[in-house]
């Protein structure tokens, strides 16, 4: 027993020994890392020109009203020249024209856009300044009079309908400008599958507030009913400006494909 005991105390003595030796090893080994070791300087981080104005532009983003042309980039849903109005450089909802689209469809992005809803006050709750920016056609982020005007929290602007209240209602005041960065990242599909390998994931930034934080989306938007994760496999889709029957005016639309 006692040649046991003298025995397992010569091994952990051993062991601790080898430890040491390793540790102070490795802290040799550290030392010599030199500070350029973790430095990755290639490929160089590519180059643009920002925007004068945080709201401007970046020189790698396409515009997609500039407050003159609308036919350039958008088309109503047959793809006709839209009915929108150009009022004072903005883009004006006609109600009963329909939605517009971009002609361009896109994916994964970075969008600017400012909007504002009437200051003739009418209509409460749905009905008073509503629109809409869908993303990929699918994904609506809400538009409307949030000023003093209560409605379904998951309804409201900057939420993203029927599925995810903004964090807070920074809204302005209607007449005034208001807008919206958001980061978009679409959804991707399996090979065999109509589920969602990866949800669509938004963050949305409304006057400058975080108001939507990379949640996920469970499906695209629906009026009625629950939102499916089980959808149908979709590629790039355009952007998309709801006519909800109201005259909302949207201006500085910039986006960049990411
Ligand atoms: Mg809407």
Excluded at 114 to 132: A, H, I, L
Aim: proline fraction near 6%; hydrophobic fraction near 35%; include cysteine.
């Amino acid at each position: 027993m006692k040649r046991m005991l003298t025995g397992g105390f010569i091994l952990l003595v051993i062991m601790n020994v080898t430890v040491a030796q390793q540790t102070a090893q490795k802290s040799t080994e550290a030392d010599k890392i030199t500070p350029g070791m973790t430095e990755v300087w290639e490929p160089e981080v590519r180059i643009i020109q920002a925007g004068v104005k945080d709201s401007d532009p970046p020189s790698d983003a396409i515009v997609l009203f500039d407050g003159v042309d609308v036919n350039r980039e958008w088309e109503d849903s047959k793809g006709n020249p839209t009915k929108w109005l150009i009022q004072d450089g903005a883009l004006v909802c006609v109600k009963g024209s329909g939605v517009i689209k971009t002609k361009r469809k896109f994916n994964s992005c970075q969008l600017h856009i400012e909007w504002k809803t009437p200051s003739d006050v009418q209509g409460e709750s749905q009905g008073r300044g509503n629109s809409g920016v869908f993303l990929q056609e699918q994904y609506e982020v809400q538009v409307l009079d949030s000023y003093n005007n209560r409605t379904y929290r998951h309804g409201q602007a900057g939420s993203m309908y029927k599925q995810h209240a903004p964090l807070v209602n920074a809204s302005r005041k209607p007449g005034e400008w208001q807008s919206y960065d958001i980061i978009y990242t679409a959804p991707t599909f399996g090979t065999d599958s109509i589920a969602y390998l990866t949800p669509p994931r938004i963050t949305v930034f409304h006057n400058g507030v975080l108001i939507q934080n990379n949640v996920n989306l469970r499906g695209p938007t629906v009026y009625i009913g629950i939102p499916e994760y089980f959808v149908k496999k979709h590629g790039p889709g355009s952007l998309v400006l709801q006519d909800h029957g109201n005259p909302v005016a949207f201006r500085n639309i910039w986006i960049r494909e990411l």
